[in-house]
C-alpha cells in the first residue's frame, strides 16, 4: 500500500512541486519517498513507500524494467506475483529483486496492456513508457486502490488521493455540483466523478493512455474498460458450499503474502468471520482485532470472541465512544478530501489504529454483502418479486400514491409501500439512497445547487448502469448486486476502508474482492442468494461446515456505531464547525437545526441527515 503522484507536462515539470504534492500523502507511505524527472524534463513520477513485500532499498519506486525503457510507481499488492514471475523467468527475465512491483512492470513490458487480464490483486499504477513516450494508468477490478487525475493548463496530472492534486499550479478548488448533489442523495461522490469540477476518479476496471504529441502536448485518451461483472448463473450445481469454501481458502491463502506482521478485521458478522476462519484453516496464525461499543445494541464483540476462540486468533478489543468521535473528526475530513456520509469511518479508522500497534497488513470480509446478496434490501427485492408475481402493477400504484399521500414523509412504512409501487429503476435509485430524497433536497437547496436540481437527477447515475445490467434479463437481486458493486463498494464501503487505513499506515485486503471470487458470486443464481426470508442463503449455507449457527443466524447488525443514541442529547457529539459562508448559500439555513430537533424527539431518525450536512460544513470550511 502506498502513495502515488505524477504528471505529464507540455511544459517542464518542476520535481519540487511533484515532491510537495508526493508529500501531501506522507501518511501512506512512511517507510520511503522517492521521485524520477524524464531526460527532457516533460514527465515526472513521486511515490511515497509503505514496505510490504521486499523489505530491500532495491524495491523502492519509482522502478524501471531491467532494460530501463519503462517506470512504474504502483500503489497496491498483486496477489499471484510469484506464480507470474514463474512464468516470466521462464521466458527470459531475471529478476533483481523479490517484489511484486518488479513482476508486474516486467509483465507489462512482455503482456503490454493485456497483463491486466493475468493481473490478481489490487492496484493503481502509472507505467512511462520512454521510448513511445507514453503513460498507461490502470484501477483493479473492484475499485480497491484510488486514482484521481486532472488536466489542468496543458499537463496531465494524477495521484493516489484528490489532496494531492492541490498544490500542483493552476489547480481550481471549483465545486462540481452534480457531484454534491449526488453525495447528499447516496452519501458519496460515484465514479467518475469528484467534488472538484476539473478532476475525475478512473473508474474500477479501466485504464487509459496519455501520450506526448511531437509538441509535447499531452492527448488524454478516454479510459476504457478491461473487466466488468458478467452474470452467467449456473444452474447446473446443485450445492455451491464445497466450491464456495475451497475458492475462499485459496483466496485468503494467496492473500496472506507478507514480510510484515499480518492479522484480520473481525467483527463477528459473518463475512470477518469467514476470513478469519479461512485463514485458520490455511494453517496461519492470526491476529484478530475487533472494535466495540457501550451499546449493547451496536456492540458484536461477545460474537467477535466466540469465532476468535473457535480459530484460536489472538484477539484484541478497542471500545469507540463519543469523545473518540470528537477527537477524530476534523482529522477524518481531511483524509477523506470529498465530502462523505457513511459515519462507520469512525470504528473503521480506530480499529486500524488499534491493529496498527502490532500488525502492518489486515485481511477484510468487505465486498461479502455486495457480492453475496447480504444486505436487507436483497430480502425486500425478494419480497417485491414475490408480491408482482400476485399483485397487478396498477394496484401497487395505487398502494403507493395513497402512501404518499396520507403517511408522514419519515415513515419506513411509507417509503417501503411507495419503492413497490414506482417503477424498478426508481425503486433501486431509492434503495440506493442513504440521504436525502429527491424531494427533500429540493426544499432544502439554494443558489447553485438548486440551479444544478433543475438541470442533473442522481437517476442519471444510475440508468447507465441499468443498461449494463437490465433488471428485465438479469433480475432485480443481480442487477441491485451490480449497483452495489459499482457504486456502494467502489464510491462508498473501498473509499471508507482506505482513507482509514491509510491515516494509519496499515494495509487491508478485502478478500471477497479476489477475482476468483467475483467470479464464482456471478456464477451463482440469484434465487440461491437471497429471497423474501433470507439474504446472503448460498454463502451462509456454505459457512455451516465452518460457523456456528449462532453466528451464521442472528440478525445482520451492520458495522455501524450508535451515532443516532449519542445525538438524542443533541449535536455535541459532533463539531459542527464554521461555514464560511458557502454551507449557508447552498442549503436551508435552518435545516440542520430543524433535523436535530425531530431526531432529539423521536420524530424521525436523522443520523444520516444530521452527519451529512455536519460533514459537509466542515469538509467546506476545510477545503474551500
Known amino acids: 500500500m502506498c502513495g502515488i503522484v505524477g504528471a505529464v507536462s507540455s511544459a517542464p515539470v518542476d520535481p519540487t512541486c511533484i515532491a510537495k504534492m508526493r508529500d501531501q500523502i506522507v501518511h501512506r507511505g512512511p517507510d520511503d519517498q522517492g521521485l524520477w524527472l ?56 531475471r529478476f533483481r529483486t523479490c517484489s511484486d512491483t518488479e513482476v508486474l512492470i516486467e509483465a507489462f513490458r512482455r503482456w503490454g496492456e493485456r497483463c491486466l487480464e493475468r493481473l490478481s490483486g489490487m492496484f493503481a499504477f502509472a ?57 447528499l442523495t447516496f452519501g458519496f461522490v460515484p465514479d467518475p466523478k469528484t467534488i472538484w469540477e476539473d478532476c475525475r476518479k478512473l473508474p474500477p476496471g479501466h485504464s487509459m493512455w496519455v501520450e506526448l504529441a511531437p509538441d509535447n502536448t499531452p492527448i488524454v485518451r478516454e479510459p476504457v474498460p478491461y473487466w466488468d461483472l458478467e452474470f452467467q448463473p449456473d444452474a447446473s450445481v446443485k450445492d455451491w458450499g464445497p466450491c464456495i469454501l475451497e475458492t475462499l481458502q485459496h483466496a485468503s491463502q494467496e492473500m496472506s503474502f507478507a514480510d510484515v506482521p499480518l492479522g484480520t478485521f473481525l467483527s463477528g458478522g459473518v463475512d470477518s468471520s469467514s476470513v478469519t476462519a479461512a485463514l ?10 475487533t472494535v466495540g461499543f457501550d451499546s449493547q445494541e451496536y456492540d458484536e464483540r461477545p460474537w467477535a470472541r ?96 395513497g402512501a404518499d399521500l396520507l403517511m408522514p414523509e419519515t415513515s419506513r412504512l411509507r417509503r417501503t409501500l411507495v419503492q413497490h409501487g414506482a ?16 424531494s427533500a433536497l429540493g426544499r432544502a437547496a439554494r443558489g447553485q445547487l438548486a440551479q444544478a436540481l433543475r438541470e442533473y437527477s442522481p437517476m442519471d447515475v444510475v440508468r447507465p448502469l ?42 487491508v485486503r478485502p478478500v471477497y474482492l479476489h477475482r476468483d471470487l467475483m467470479e464464482l458470486a456471478a ?76 431526531h432529539a424527539a423521536g420524530a424521525a431518525d436523522q443520523t444520516s441527515a444530521i452527519h451529512s450536512l455536519v460533514f459537509l460544513r466542515n469538509w467546506m470550511a476545510t477545503w474551500l
Not at 485458520?280 to 482485532?289: D, E, H, K
Not at 429503476?425 to 440521504?435: F, K, R, S, V
Not at 433488471?471 to 437481486?477: A, K, N, Q, S
Open 38 to 93: 524524464a531526460e527532457d524534463g516533460h514527465v515526472c513520477l513521486g511515490f511515497r513507500r509503505l514496505a510490504i513485500v521486499d523489505l530491500t532499498p532495491e524495491a523502492n519506486q519509482p522502478f524501471h524494467s531491467h532494460d530501463d525503457r519503462f517506470v512504474i510507481v504502483f500503489n497496491g499488492e498483486i496477489y499471484n506475483f510469484k506464480k507470474l514471475r514463474v512464468e516470466l523467468q521462464g521466458q527470459g527475465v
Open 127 to 183: 507505467i512511462w513508457d520512454t521510448q513511445q513516450r507514453r503513460l498507461f494508468c490502470a484501477r483493479d477490478r473492484a475499485g480497491e486502490k484510488p486514482f484521481y487525475y486532472a488536466r489542468l493548463n496543458g499537463s496531465f496530472v494524477f495521484a493516489s488521493e484528490l489532496k494531492a492534486l492541490t498544490p500542483w499550479p493552476g489547480f481550481r478548488r471549483n465545486l462540481h455540483y452534480p457531484a454534491l448533489v449526488d453525495f
Open 280 to 289: 485458520t484453516r490455511a494453517g496461519c496464525s492470526v491476529n484478530a482485532f
Open 306 to 401: 466466540q469465532v476468535a476462540q473457535l480459530c484460536g486468533a489472538q484477539h484484541t478489543e478497542r471500545v469507540v465512544t463519543p469523545d473518540d468521535v470528537k477527537a477524530v473528526f476534523q482529522k477524518m475530513v481531511w483524509h477523506y478530501d470529498e465530502p462523505f456520509n457513511d459515519y462507520s469511518y469512525l470504528p473503521t479508522y480506530y480499529v486500524c489504529r488499534e491493529a496498527r500497534k502490532s500488525i502492518t497488513v489486515a485481511l477484510s470480509g468487505d465486498g461479502g454483502d455486495e457480492l453475496f446478496a447480504g444486505y436487507t434490501k436483497y430480502r425486500r427485492l425478494g419480497l417485491r418479486s414475490a408480491v408482482h408475481s400476485v399483485m397487478p402493477a396498477p394496484v401497487g400504484r395505487i398502494a403507493a400514491k
Open 423 to 438: 417503477d424498478t429503476p426508481a425503486m433501486l435509485l431509492d434503495m440506493l439512497t442513504l440521504g436525502f430524497s429527491s
Open 466 to 507: 441499468l443498461a449494463k445490467a437490465p433488471p428485465r434479463e438479469v433480475g432485480l437481486i443481480n442487477a441491485m448486486r451490480y449497483l452495489d458493486l459499482k457504486l456502494t463498494l467502489s464510491g462508498d464501503i473501498l473509499v471508507k476502508v482506505d482513507r482509514a487505513s491509510m491515516a494509519v499506515s496499515l494495509e
Open 523 to 598: 456464477r451463482i443464481p440469484p434465487a440461491l442468494l437471497a429471497d423474501r426470508r433470507e439474504a446472503k442463503k448460498a454463502l451462509k449455507n456454505a459457512l455451516r461446515a465452518w460457523l456456528p449457527d449462532t453466528i451464521l443466524d442472528r440478525e445482520k447488525m451492520g458495522f455501524a456505531l450508535p451515532l443516532k443514541q449519542w445525538l438524542r442529547n443533541g449535536l455535541g457529539t459532533l463539531p459542527e464547525g464554521k461555514d464560511g459562508g458557502a454551507f449557508g448559500d447552498l442549503l436551508d439555513a435552518g435545516l440542520l437545526e430543524k433535523l436535530a430537533r425531530q
